[in-house]
């Protein structure tokens, strides 16, 4: 298959088009122009039969000034005769040639109706004749009014000649807005397809701003928002880098540089137990963050899957967490609301969502976390509250970024990835300083079943 690119399009659409309209032309108009002349070369043929055989019409009606195209045509001399329906009588006239004649009069012979138009061709030319039924002295006759029309063909392609420079005139005219567009789609195209290369070569720092023709705008503006939103994501993948590295860091020097006096027989701590102890607390340090970067790494691959929502009873997953971290802290009561609330949702995702906001709590609170649920025909809210101590303002907007951690924090992902399983299940969350201490609230809209659309629908259309 043959490639053409842009350019080559054009001229192709253009030429194209200039071929189909020579064709068109060509075909039609000598066809159109020949029927008009033979229409007309008739009518002159009938208005003059009509003046020779009344000659007061030239009173009633006299010729115009200035005669028709057709009337001023050097061959185009009108001939009258008549032949008698009596055989052995001579024509009377101007009879043209005798091959012509006996069709001629074959013709009148055999004419059933009053009046009619023949033509014959003689010599290379066309004859174009009229045949009427008449009466000369109460004998019947027929008055026979011819033309010679060679002219008809002269004209023909004296106009065809005329129109094919036309068309070749038009033809190359036709061309420069070809030249045009090609040089106006051109400079554009160059621009975006310079930022797609440097795109190509992660250079996405350079923005783009076209001015000019509408749709070219709107298409660089939307080039610029993915450019935006790539400079977002490759900031937040070095971000997610340095602060993993720097996350990751402190642990491993902590477990390399107590193996290591431990090997040269310096006991860190008091003895062997304690020291290893630290080495297994850093190493479950370290494994708990990378388990979350690799599962809000994980997170970040499902935006283009759906969750496998199921119903769910929040009771089973609330009930499970609080059983779960009670023992962390026995001086913290964790109480469960809305047990009974049903609801869609990934159970897996959920359970780590709980799971993070509950850790998250266990780290404030003075004495007790609420565990709630609540529900209503368009969403469901889960809350986690807890009666510590309020939040700064300042620090409110960006508890779900991630790393961001406060003052008790650990790793700075727990929330985050609170954030992105709400947003996984269309939802959102939101922290906000109470009347007892802090409550995180994350709200899930409720799914449509197929028959609540279809039944809106019939409502709407109602």
């Not at 420079?165 to 106006?184: C, D, E, N, R, V």
């Not at 923005?207 to 023709?213: A, I, N, Q, S, T």
Request: no cysteine; aromatic share 10%.
């Amino acid at each position: 298959m043959i490639k053409v690119n842009l350019t080559q399009r054009i001229w192709l659409a253009f030429i194209s088009l200039i071929v189909l309209v020579g064709l068109s032309i060509i075909i039609i108009y000598p066809i159109s122009i020949k029927g008009t002349l033979t229409e007309e070369t008739y009518r002159i043929i009938e208005n003059e039969q009509l003046r020779y055989a009344y000659p007061l019409l030239d009173l009633i009606s006299p010729r115009r000034d200035e005669p028709g195209f057709v009337e001023r045509r050097e061959a185009g001399s009108v001939g009258h005769f008549f032949i008698y329906d009596t055989l052995g009588r001579s024509p009377e006239g101007q009879p043209p040639p005798t091959e012509v004649l006996q069709e001629m009069a074959q013709n009148a012979y055999n004419q059933e109706a009053s009046r009619g138009r023949y033509e014959i061709q003689y010599g290379g030319a066309t004859v174009f004749y009229v045949i009427a039924k008449a009466q000369i002295s109460g004998n019947p006759a027929y008055h026979i009014t011819y033309m010679w029309d060679t002219y008809r063909d002269e004209m023909v392609n004296r106009l065809w000649e005329r129109l094919v420079y036309i068309l070749l005139i038009t033809s190359g005219l036709s061309l420069l807005p070809a030249i045009w567009l090609k040089h106006y789609l051109r400079q554009p195209l160059i621009v975006l397809g310079n930022h797609l290369d440097q795109i190509a070569n992660r250079d996405w720092k350079e923005p783009l701003k076209w001015k000019g023709d509408e749709d070219f705008q709107r298409l660089s503006d939307q080039f610029e928002k993915m450019r935006q939103n790539l400079n977002l994501y490759d900031h937040a993948q070095k971000t997610f880098i340095q602060h993993a590295s720097h996350e990751l860091k402190t642990p491993i020097m902590v477990i390399k540089s107590y193996a290591h006096s431990v090997k040269d027989g310096i006991m860190p701590k008091e003895n062997m137990e304690k020291t290893m102890d630290v080495i297994v607390e850093e190493a479950n340090r370290m494994e708990r963050r990378v388990i979350d970067m690799l599962y809000y790494t994980k997170l970040d691959s499902l935006k283009e899957e759906t969750p496998k929502h199921e119903d769910l009873v929040f009771g089973d997953l609330a009930f499970q967490i609080e059983e779960r971290f009670r023992v962390q802290r026995e001086d913290v009561k964790i109480l469960v609301e809305g047990a009974d609330t049903r609801f869609k949702g990934d159970r897996e995702q959920l359970e780590v969502l709980l799971e993070n906001l509950v850790e998250n709590a266990l780290r404030y609170a003075q004495d007790t976390i609420w565990i709630k649920a609540e529900a209503d025909e368009q969403r469901t809210k889960i809350i986690v509250e807890n009666n510590g101590e309020h939040i700064p303002a300042s620090d409110l907007p960006q508890l779900f970024n991630p790393f961001y951690k406060g003052n008790k924090g650990k790793f700075g992902l727990g929330l985050a990835i609170v954030k992105r399983i709400s947003e996984l299940h269309n939802g959102y969350p939101k922290v906000e300083n109470s009347d007892v201490g802090v409550r995180f609230v994350v709200t899930i809209p409720k799914q449509e079943t197929e028959q609540g659309k279809a039944a809106r629908r019939h409502k709407r259309k109602a």
